[in-house]
């Protein structure tokens, strides 16, 4: 896995999932979230005098098997972290019962039998979610009834993130929705076609409109009203913030470190305390 060219992903949040191969503790799995995840597992690998956490302190070494990406912000990506740890409690999964089968299934295979539920039911479900496989000696695959949505993809090999500097919206008062033919303000986000030939220009609220059907309230996908091109919600997101396209090169410096990284070693302990109960499960975390 070493000779393969990591992929770059920009603006990333990701909650992974960590094997422990120590023959003492060899089989423990650890769930936390980064925004750099080859930096991540070298600091837990290193202890927590490097930022690693307490519980994977002295237990190494560990492997990073598998981060779930896409998520639009860290907010979302440390409800799903949380949710992940916590399957008995969060209220998303109270209607499946989870419950580790004992000596039947391993605390491995539980934890991606709960990820398998989590990407079926809401708010998460309708993320543009990457399950990337880090390690492939550890692949296992999803049943054909708890497989991912369709819009979500499975993909193999390691990545590399680059987060963004934060930029301000550079529209002006002369630019008009092609949509409501209103003026896009100053403040105002504006999105275009992935397609580089098409002319549409729009505010995001009324293209996210037009993607909407009765019930929803975030677009999965749907057609350019100019080209037809079929567009996912999630690449026009990461379009609108500067990220780059697919087979676009990626280019430019990176993020100084104390722009983009967040705190990332926070203990169980430390999470009761300082993750407010509307952070836990709250309904508008999208």
């Known amino acids: ?11 990333f949040f990701g909650v992974y999932l ?10 423990r799995t650890y769930i936390g979230y980064t925004r750099d995840p080859n930096r991540r597992i070298m600091q837990h690998n290193r202890g927590t005098w490097a930022g690693g956490a307490h519980r994977t302190n002295n237990k190494g070494p560990w492997k990073m098997v598998m981060i779930v990406h896409g998520f639009p912000n860290n907010i979302s990506a440390l409800r799903f972290e949380w949710a992940w740890q916590n399957p008995t409690k969060t209220i998303r999964l109270q209607h499946l019962n989870l419950k ?3 000596r039947k299934e391993s605390e491995f295979k539980f934890k991606l ?5 989590m990407l079926r039911v809401g708010p998460w479900f309708r993320l543009p979610l990457i399950i990337r496989w880090l390690e492939t000696e550890y692949i296992e695959e999803f049943p054909p009834e708890r497989k991912p949505p369709d819009h979500m993809t499975i993909v193999q ?9 934060r930029k301000l919206l550079n529209t002006t008062f002369t630019e008009e929705c092609l949509l409501c033919s209103n003026y896009i303000n100053i403040g105002q986000a504006k999105t275009t076609c992935l397609n580089p030939s098409c002319e549409l220009l729009a505010h995001i609220t009324c293209l996210a409109d037009l993607f909407l ?3 929803e309230y975030v677009p999965i996908e749907g057609n350019c009203p100019f080209c037809s091109t079929k567009l996912k919600w999630g ?7 500067g990220c780059a396209q697919p087979g676009e090169e990626v280019i430019g410096e990176e993020c100084a470190e104390e722009e983009c990284l967040e705190e990332e070693c926070i203990t169980e302990e430390d999470k009761a305390d300082e ?7 709250c309904n508008d975390d999208l």
């Open 18 to 27: 960590l094997y422990c191969i120590n023959p003492r503790y060899k089989g």
């Open 157 to 165: 090999g390691p990545v590399k993130s680059r987060n963004l500097k």
């Open 1 to 11: 896995m070493s000779d393969i060219v990591p992929e770059i992903v920009e603006d």
């Open 113 to 117: 039998r709960v990820l398998s539920e």
């Open 235 to 241: 690449d026009i997101i990461r379009k609108m913030k």
């Open 213 to 215: 059907v009765p019930g």
């Open 100 to 102: 580790k089968v004992p």
């Open 275 to 281: 993750y407010p109960s509307w952070f836990l499960d």
